[in-house]
């Protein structure tokens, strides 16, 4: 590694070097998927339930989030350990930060080791369960609705917030096998191929994609006799394929040259790229409101005398919960534009702010797994939406066309 790069660490990137930044974002999904679970069921939502996940079979046994605090407090003790440790050993030295890399490097293979190994006394089921619904949706599968559909989903649309997070995870492995770095120097997300991470982070989106098509088929299948043409999963499609473009101008321009972009200018491709983002965040903050949580905000039946402004009939939650979603959501999915707020371009050019933006993408998911999971419970209780009425023009454009 060239002297240079010990001047390119800054005071975050000492204080919780690259790999702990990816280990810190992945720790925190499990203490959060815990916290959905106590507090749906709070409000009476079971979730294991919804997701075909085998109740418990005596009272005895510890509810299902104490399981999840559980695996997350085994992947937190080492990791606590591991950043002590390292903190002693390098005294926040640059040189002693990029030597040690094998040091926060170790964790994240004892983190992997601890979700792989079946080891009885470390949330055993709850893991097996965790991997198998993995291995089938990272292929795109999809379950039947009796065996466990709304899980893949959900898991699914987990990974596409955790899709920068992933590339940076093969980046760290990347930079520790490199001749040249450390896993702990400045990320360098180009590492081994230009085109790796940004593959990495569509994987996630083509997963989804792919389910909406297998849900596609499933509805033209069943539904031919009724007549309905599946539309909305056209659109569902349509939505996570929004994704792509993005992922592709943003890797364009990581490596932009002017001899191999001949007619386009670098200032073309971020202008195209810009205009790419807002449709994505536009059509999924949309998408959000209107379809994941059924509410009325975006629709023309949003004013009712049966339920308060935006929002819908059957509620679990405080009405100000469901508007401040909506707020948050609508904010973090154009967290991106903080490039053209003055006192924010930091955000998106500092490790920090990097960081700062993986994290809230995380948090976003979390608060939207509140509201996803409760509207599949009203569904089941009292049926679909009848407000779906944007939604059901736009399916019916879609069939048309």
Not at 13 to 28: C, E, K, N, T
């Amino acid at each position: 590694m060239g002297p240079d790069q010990h001047a390119q660490l800054d005071g975050f990137s000492l204080l919780l070097p690259f790999p702990y930044r990816v280990a810190v974002i992945l720790i925190a999904g499990f203490w959060a998927w815990g916290f959905n679970l106590q507090y749906l069921l709070k409000k009476n939502i079971d979730v294991p339930a919804l997701i075909r996940y085998p109740p418990r079979q005596s009272a005895t046994q510890r509810p299902h989030y104490a399981s999840a605090y559980h695996l997350a407090t085994l992947l937190t003790i080492p990791f606590a350990i591991s950043l002590v440790i390292f903190w002693i050993a390098s005294h926040g030295s640059a040189r002693r930060v990029e030597s040690l890399d094998f040091i926060p490097q170790s964790y994240l293979v004892i983190f992997l080791v601890l979700l792989i190994l079946p080891f009885n006394r470390l949330s055993r089921s709850g893991r097996a369960r965790f991997l198998v619904t993995l291995r089938r949706i990272c292929i795109g599968g999809l379950a039947e609705p009796q065996d466990g559909k709304f899980g893949d989903i959900l898991l699914a649309d987990v990974l596409t917030s955790y899709a920068k997070v992933l590339g940076d995870l093969v980046a760290t492995f990347c930079m520790f096998f490199a001749a040249d770095t450390s896993s702990t120097s400045k990320p360098n997300r180009k590492c081994g191929n230009d085109y790796v991470v940004p593959l990495i982070i569509a994987t996630p989106s083509l997963i989804r994609l792919r389910q909406c098509l297998i849900e596609y088929i499933r509805v033209r299948r069943a539904g031919l006799k009724q007549g309905s043409k599946g539309g909305q999963h056209l659109a569902n499609a349509l939505k996570y394929a929004s994704a792509f473009p993005v992922i592709i101008l943003a890797a364009l321009l990581r490596n932009y040259n002017p001899l191999e972009f001949y007619g386009y200018s670098e200032m073309s491709l971020s202008r195209l790229l810009y205009l790419c983002s807002f449709i994505n965040s536009i059509y999924s903050f949309y998408w959000d409101v209107t379809k994941d949580w059924d509410l009325t905000l975006l629709s023309s039946a949003r004013s009712s005398a049966h339920y308060p402004f935006g929002l819908r009939r059957h509620r679990h939650f405080e009405d100000r919960q469901y508007y401040l979603a909506i707020s948050i959501d609508l904010l973090l999915r154009f967290s991106w534009a903080s490039r053209f707020v003055p006192g924010l371009v930091w955000l998106t050019e500092t490790e920090f702010g990097i960081f700062l933006l993986m994290a809230s993408e995380v948090a976003r998911r979390w608060m939207w797994i509140f509201l996803r999971v409760e509207t599949e419970s009203v569904r089941n209780s009292h049926g679909s939406a009848p407000d779906d009425i944007l939604l059901g023009d736009f399916s019916g454009k879609l069939d048309a066309d």
